[in-house]
Every structure is written in C-alpha cells, then in structure tokens.
C-alpha cells in the first residue's frame, strides 16, 4: 500500500434504529476530502445519491469528532485502521429520534447499564399476604415474582425508567412506584426521590473501585428494588407509614401489615384503611386457594398495644399523630368472630339493667356491670413486667365455670396441647405489678393450684396479701390512708380449691371487687364516694416462654 493511502473502516448508524452497523472498508489518499469519499459512503449503506449525509470520526467510543467534509484526511489526521462513522443527516428531525445522533449512540453506549428491578421483599409472616398488598387496580394480583431487566443509559430519566416498569408489570399509574438503592451487600437506602433531573444513574449505589456482579451473560448488572404504593408518589411526603398488626380467629393467625395515613387526621382514617387492606388481603388469599365466594363482612376490633399491654381501644377521634408511634404503642386490628358469643350462658335483661348497663340492687344484692365483660388477657415470664406477645380482651359470662372459660380461652390461643399443659394463669385486678399479689388460677402443669402454692418452678405463689385498690378517677396521692386500718384489713384471700371446676372467673372478679369495696371503707370518708361499679375487670396472665413472638 503506498504510504499516501490509508485503509479506514466505515460504520453506518441508523437512528430509527438505535443501531450501528459496520459496512466494510476503503482505501482514501492523504489528500482526498472527506466530501470526495461520501458517494462511495452512500452506496456501501445503499442509500440514493441525493442524500445528506454526517461523517464523524471514532477515535475511541467517548471521544467522537465531527468531520469538516472540506477537510483533507491529512489535515484531519486519519491514519490506517482509523473508523469513520457516518449517518443520515437529521438535523431536520432532531425530536423525531430518541438518540439522533453517532455522539448520542456512543455516549448511550458508555452509560448503558443492565439494571434488575425486584419486588421489595414481603415478611416471613406475611407470605400469604404479599401478593394482596400489591394488587392492581382492577383486583387482580401483579406479577410480583417478575423481576424485569432494563438496558438503558444512566440518564434515562425517572418517568420514563417507571413507565417502563409499570408496563412490565401491568400497573396503570407509575407514579405509584416507589424505588429503593440497593447496595452491594444487599441492604437497602432511602427511597429515590422524585424530581426533574432524577435519572437512573441516581438510583444505583457508587460502587467507586467494584463492580455489581455479573448475570448469565457476563455484563456487570445492578439491583434497584421497587415498591407498590397505595397512593401515588406525589402524596406521599404527606403520609406515613403505620405498622399493624393483625390477628385472626386465634392469636397464631398474625400477621404484619403497613397502612399509609395522613400525618394530620383522625383515627377513623386509619380504621378505614386497615378494613381495606386486611380484607384486600383476605380476598387475595381466597382467590389464591380457588375460593370465589365473596368474604363475609369484616368486624375488627382495633386497638393500641404499649409495653405488650392492652392500652386502649381506638374510637375514631383520636389524633393519628398519637397513633402508632414505633418503641412508645403499637396497632392491633383483631378480628372478631361473631360466631364465638355463647349461647347457653344469656346475659340480664335489658329491663333489669340501670342505664349505665349495670343491675339493679335485688334481694340477693346480684349486680352485672358492662364493664366486666371483657378483661385483657397478655403473656409474660415468671414476672408481669416481663410481658411479650400480643395482648387482647376476652369475653366474661357470668355464671360460667372456668372448664368453659378454658375451652374457649384454648380457642383464641391458639396453642398446642404441650404449650397449654405447661402455662400458668393468674388473675390480677386492675393496677397490680406484682405477680405475688395475683390470684392463681391454673398453674404450669395445666391443673389448678393447690392451697399452697404453685407447682415448683412455676414462678408464681398463692397470694399472701390482699391485692391493693384499682386505679380510681382519683390520684391516690390524695387520699390520706389510715395504715393501722389498712393492717386490719389485710387478710390472706382464700385459696382456689385443686378441683377447679366449680370456679367461676366472673365470682373471683366480684370477690376481689368486694374485698377492694371493704378496703376502701378503711379510708376516710371521702373516699367512700369513690365509685366501685364501672372499673376494669382486671386482667389474665399467661405464664410462659415466648417461643414465637416477633413482638
């Protein structure tokens, strides 16, 4: 080859099609002109005479420079082995084409990234449930196992990456996709945030001197996890996110769910959306199990947890800022079973009731108070204050004995028979923190305590002390006690019998009450105008080991 021609390789680029296309090679002289060589140009990429065309030189794939056609190729420095790309001229059509040009080509090239989109990952206990918190609009299930790979530059921008991937996973509205960072160890940063300039270069970690790791096909490829939400991403700097826990029929139907609120409202608000996600999820399930029978309607009863301590019941006009705070109270949306009420045990007539619910004074000084007719229930460990699970109220009868009480105590439990024969029950009004001054109904050996005490190891001794009051309306630290009245009134309560049979939880609730009624007459006289009718029940410990309790 004589030293004034060179050997170039030519590349043609189509922007309709995104696509760069080697189209062979040929022999240029020093001091031809770029202009010189376009009609052989034109008719390696078979395109007519008369078209305009663009030449640019490749001298790596980030560096690519624009030829003067009246340039020679000495002057514009083109050597043997040299690539000369060339293309349609668009400048007419710059908006017609997503990448119009040889530069914007190679510059997608040098950004191009493989990028894995995952579902964000459901909770262990919630499996069942993952599927329904991220149904479509129109009720049906999303392919959440789908996990969609995009190639595509790091400044593609936000919109377009979720547009895309709300039409991989048949979702109408992509502002309801949230994206998450994850890094390479697997954990995951703040949510990306949504503005004009976000790209989907923000959404991947800097991983400086290391690569992602590679796919099947060698290319290094990211992971960027995205999140269904239940409102689109414009409202969500106005909401949170409220952690509630459900249980089922039994306590070992539990399962966690998350609700978006409002940051400002009331708590009817967040009523309505836990209704609506528990029975989203219900309905998801029955459909999974080929079920098309429409669920009966939902009755929760939904209530706020401190310490693994009943707390309160929710109304619907607390503020949501009080509601739901992690470390200070939790959410619990228990379902309540219509079917569960007795039948055999009725309660008083409603012309026999006063119109605070409670019975009027008969002969032989019988009373029923409304408020004794759910007492709290909670696990704990050898102490009260060693509390964990979820606590919830349970339905009283009066005149029914502790075996029936029992049986459906076992129901709501939801525990097997081993875990039963070894747990203690104890019974302590309300305002007790001491598991000794608790009245021991059933201890660890799933028989009841014998007029000594519980069995060895229990943790837990008949009472030697009379249980003190229950908290009253009235601070304690104004009522002056006469110590030497209390020292007479302190007696030892009587001993359940070992043959429990013929207890009646709801008796031992009135006898604690009368004895706290008789203490309370040691004090002075004002305090005898504190009201007994209409305090708590008082609660029922469960003495066991927390086995299985994410709480």
């Known amino acids: 080859v004589p030293p004034e021609l060179f050997l170039i390789h030519l590349r043609f680029y189509d922007p309709s099609r995104q696509q760069i296309t080697g189209v062979g090679h040929t022999y240029v002289h020093a001091n031809q002109t770029v202009r010189d060589i376009m009609p052989r140009l034109r008719e390696v990429a078979e395109l007519s005479p008369d078209t305009p065309i663009t030449v640019y030189e490749e001298v790596k794939p980030s560096l690519i420079d624009l030829m003067d056609p009246n ?55 919630v ?73 989907l270069g923000d959404m991947l970690p800097n991983y400086m001197y290391k690569q992602p790791p590679p796919n099947s096909l060698g290319v290094p490829e990211y992971t960027v996890m995205y999140e269904r939400l239940e409102v689109d991403i414009l409202q969500i700097d106005s909401m949170r996110n409220v952690r509630v826990t459900y249980v089922g029929k039994s306590m070992k139907e539990e399962l966690q769910l998350e609700v978006l609120v409002p940051k400002v409202g009331l708590a009817q608000t967040l009523k309505e959306a836990v209704y609506g996600k528990v029975e989203s999820a219900l309905r998801s399930v029955t459909l999974r199990n080929g079920d098309t029978t429409p669920p009966k309607p939902l009755k929760l009863r939904i209530y706020t947890v401190a310490s693994h301590r009943f707390d309160r019941e929710v109304a619907g006009d607390e503020r949501l800022s009080e509601l739901g705070n992690p470390g200070v109270s939790d959410i619990v949306a228990e379902y309540v079973n219509p079917d569960a009420d007795r039948s055999d045990v009725a309660a ?93 109904i059933q201890d660890g050996e799933g028989g009841s305590p014998a007029a000594g005490g519980m069995s060895p190891g229990s943790g837990l001794v008949t009472p030697s002390v009379t249980p003190p009051p229950p ?7 104004d009522i002056e006690v006469d110590e030497g009245a209390l020292g007479e009134m302190a007696a030892v309560p009587p001993a359940l019998t070992e043959d429990n049979s013929t207890l009646c939880l709801w008796d031992v609730i009135q006898q604690t009450r009368t004895e706290e009624q008789q203490r309370r007459m040691a004090l002075d006289d004002d305090s005898n105008s504190l009201p007994l009718m209409g305090s708590p029940a008082g609660f029922i410990g469960l003495n066991h080991i927390d086995r299985s309790s994410r709480h």
């Not at 908290?471 to 630290?477: A, F, G, N």
């Open 127 to 199: 499996d069942d449930f993952a599927n329904g918190d991220s149904a479509t609009e129109d009720g049906t299930v999303g392919p959440e196992a789908l996990s969609p790979v995009l190639i595509a530059s790091r400044k593609t921008p936000y919109d377009d990456v979720a547009n895309w991937l709300a039409e991989q996973l048949g979702m109408r509205d992509p502002l309801k996709l949230r994206f998450h960072t994850v890094m390479l160890n697997g954990q995951t940063r703040a949510s990306v945030r949504r503005m004009q300039t976000t790209t």
């Open 471 to 477: 908290q009253t309306q009235r601070p304690m630290e």
């Open 71 to 125: 340039a020679t190729f000495r002057k514009a420095e083109i050597s043997t082995g040299d690539i000369i790309c060339f293309q349609v001229s668009t400048e007419a059509d710059q908006g017609k084409y997503r990448l119009p040009t040889v530069p914007d080509y190679f510059e997608e090239v040098q950004l191009r990234v493989y990028v894995r989109f995952v579902p964000q990952p459901a909770r262990d206990d």
């Open 348 to 440: 008083p007539a409603a012309d026999s009731l006063d119109s605070d619910g409670s019975r009027m004074e008969t002969d032989d000084v019988v009373v029923y108070d409304k408020s004794l007719s759910e007492i709290e229930v909670f696990h704990f460990y050898r102490e009260l204050n060693h509390a964990h699970s979820v606590p919830f109220l349970f339905k009283l009868y009066p005149g029914e004995l502790w075996p029936a009480t029992w049986a459906r105590l076992e129901r709501k439990l939801g525990l097997g028979e081993k875990e039963l024969k070894n747990l203690g029950v104890v019974y302590g009004a309300q305002g007790i923190h001491e598991l000794k001054r608790c009245r021991v």
